[in-house]
């Protein structure tokens, strides 16, 4: 058998050894501890951008509505703006027709006045 020097000084080295060992179990608890956080940190940071995916994907679609609305409207405005102008042509040219009947009508007024003045004299 082994002398008690011996033993103790063996007991003491598997102390030692123990204290170190529980020393890394502790160090690598915390570890996962934070592995573990920072996986839950990463599982709702890929959330956060599936998320945000998700709304950049929306937000492009009604761009792209709003781009046809807009290409409506311009095409409306386009045709309102011709509307508006062959309006004003046909206004001018009714103006135009207008004017030559009051001519015409003060013309057969007058013709018809020295008519009647022609038949009662």
Known sequence: MKDAETMKSEVKELSRAKERLELQVLELEELVSE?????EAALGAEEMVENLTEKYLNLEEKVS????????????QDV??????????????????????????????????????????
Request: aromatic fraction near 6%; include cysteine; proline fraction near 0%.
């Open 35 to 39: 592995l573990q956080e920072q996986t």
């Open 65 to 76: 509505q709003l781009a046809e609305a807009v290409a409506d409207l311009e095409a409306l």
């Open 80 to 121: 309102n703006d011709q509307l508006q102008e062959s309006s004003k042509e046909m206004e001018m040219e009714l103006r135009d027709d207008l004017q030559q009947a009051l001519i015409i009508n003060q013309n057969v007024c007058k013709f018809f006045r020295s008519f009647l003045l022609c038949i009662s004299n």
